[in-house]
C-alpha cells in the first residue's frame, strides 16, 4: 500500500477568542481557496506519527498575515486548545490547477536537466528563493552543483509529465 502525500496547507498557532477559532499561519500558495466555507482538510499531529482527521470550514478571514478559521463542530475555546501546534493539510490530488507554465515545486525536484543540444547535466535537487527569481540547483553527476537563475533566457523548457527541463546556459554559468 502506498504512502498517502499531504501538502501542507497552514499551521494552528493560537486560538481566537473563546468560540472556538483559530489563527492558522498559512503555508499555501491558495488560502482563499483552502480557507473558505465548505472547504474539507486534514488535521494532522506532527509528533504523533502523522494521526489525521477531516475538519470542514464554516469561516475564515485574514488577519494580521493569518487567517483566523471556524471549524464545524468546533464552538468553544476548550475543544480546540489541545490543537495548537498541528498542521491544515490537503490530500496531493486536492491541490490546486495551475496556469500553463507555472509549476508546483515539488514536481520540479528532481527533473533531469538538459542543455539544448541534449546534453545532460544532472538534476534538480533544490530550489532556492534568495529575491529577484527562484535559482535551480542542479546536481552534476561530477562536480559542484550548478546554479540555474529561474528566467525565460536560461529555462527554455519544462516538462513535469516526462520530468525534463531544457536549459540555455548562458556564458558564466558553468
Not at 22 to 31: G, H, L, N, R
Not at 83 to 90: C, I, S
Not at 136 to 152: A, E, N
Request: net charge negative; proline share 3%.
Amino acid at each position: 500500500m502506498s504512502e498517502r502525500q499531504l501538502l501542507n496547507v497552514g499551521k494552528i498557532v493560537n486560538t481566537h477568542g473563546v468560540r472556538g477559532e483559530i489563527k492558522v499561519w498559512p503555508q499555501t500558495d491558495f488560502p482563499d481557496v483552502r480557507f473558505r466555507a465548505g472547504s474539507k482538510l486534514l488535521l494532522v499531529n506532527p509528533e504523533a506519527g502523522g494521526h489525521t482527521s477531516e475538519v470542514e470550514v464554516v469561516s475564515a478571514r485574514e488577519q494580521k498575515n493569518m487567517f483566523v478559521v471556524r471549524l464545524k463542530g468546533w464552538d468553544d475555546i476548550n475543544q480546540i486548545e489541545k490543537y495548537k501546534g498541528w498542521e491544515l493539510k490537503v490530500e496531493a490530488e486536492d491541490r490546486v490547477e495551475l496556469e500553463e507554465d507555472e509549476y508546483y515545486l515539488s514536481d520540479i525536484i528532481g527533473c533531469a536537466v538538459f542543455t539544448e543540444e541534449g546534453e545532460e547535466l544532472g538534476f534538480v535537487k533544490e530550489i532556492l528563493s534568495p529575491g529577484a527569481n527562484d535559482v535551480w540547483v542542479v546536481k552534476r553527476p561530477k562536480g559542484g552543483d550548478l546554479l540555474l537563475p529561474f528566467i525565460d533566457d536560461v529555462v527554455k523548457e519544462v516538462d513535469v509529465a516526462a520530468r525534463k527541463v531544457k536549459v540555455h546556459l548562458m556564458e558564466g554559468l558553468l
